[in-house]
């Protein structure tokens, strides 16, 4: 897979020899399909130690999910009035030490359990709470040191770049080509939105971390479209629905 103006990297294999590289996955079960892949993000309590164990044994990643800016739990002093429109989550303080003790607490659960990594997920805070954004390289740093997981994924963050380069070893590109639209479909972003992501991509590339991209889609051709586009980036790719309920 060659990388735009850069070094070719080889994509890992999965268990049938089928290039598989990553899959999302937020639902439970379904262990013998999750071994196709070489890594799997998945629900922290969504899975059990023996589940895991098992995984492991085939020679599957898995990196636990963990949200750093927002919280889907019940009043906390360290949540903001406001919330995600779209999930319902709570915004947070991420600077609030009880936030951070919190967080890594999860962090260090995740690891016991069993988890070999952590997929970080809510960075994309430099619009709404660009002030919390040093605060956001302290908690993942603060994550790296206590929870010592084996792979940090991160999503997007690119209000926190290059220093996060320095912190976690792949970074997710989220909604690099298709979106989810609000009459339940899927389609291609703009041709405006599809350069401004190809500039960031460029970015990314001259970065020393793993490349990835999530895409959504509910056709082959929307499939086949997104995969591509990754691959021109130098992007490992996974094609999914908005929800993740399908590997």
């Known amino acids: 897979m060659a990388r735009r103006g850069g070094v070719a990297r080889t994509p890992a294999s999965g268990r049938d020899g089928v290039t598989q590289p990553i899959a999302f996955y937020y639902g439970a ?17 969504f899975y059990s130690r023996q589940e895991l164990g098992l995984l492991r ?3 599957v990643q898995t990196l636990g999910y963990l949200s750093l800016t927002e919280d889907v739990g019940p009043r906390a002093p360290w949540q903001r009035a406001e919330r995600n429109p779209d999930w319902g989550g709570a915004f947070v303080h991420v600077g609030d030490p009880r936030w951070v003790a919190h967080v890594v607490d999860q962090a260090t659960r995740a690891m016991a359990t069993g988890f070999r990594g952590l997929f970080l997920d809510t960075l994309n805070i430099e619009h709404n709470y660009p002030e919390d954004l040093p ?10 040191e ?3 997981p084996a792979y940090l994924l991160a999503n997007r963050g690119f209000g926190l770049l290059p220093e996060i380069a320095g912190l976690v070893d792949g970074i997710l ?5 298709a979106r989810w639209v609000d009459a339940g479909r899927y389609e291609p972003w703009p041709d405006d939105v599809l350069e401004a992501h190809a ?7 001259g970065l020393d971390v793993d490349l990835y991209a999530l895409d959504y889609a509910d056709s082959d051709e929307l499939r086949d479209f997104a995969q591509r586009r990754a691959r021109e980036f130098g992007m490992l790719c996974f094609v999914s629905d908005r929800v993740l309920s399908t590997i």
């Open 199 to 205: 500039e960031v991509a460029e970015r990314l590339l």
């Open 29 to 45: 079960g379904e262990l013998d399909r999750l071994t196709r892949f070489d890594k799997v993000v998945l629900q922290a309590d």
């Open 173 to 177: 590109f989220e909604s690099f080509s």
């Open 146 to 148: 206590e929870a010592r």
């Open 57 to 59: 044994e085939r020679g």
């Open 135 to 144: 605060h956001l390289l302290i908690l993942i740093a603060a994550i790296q």
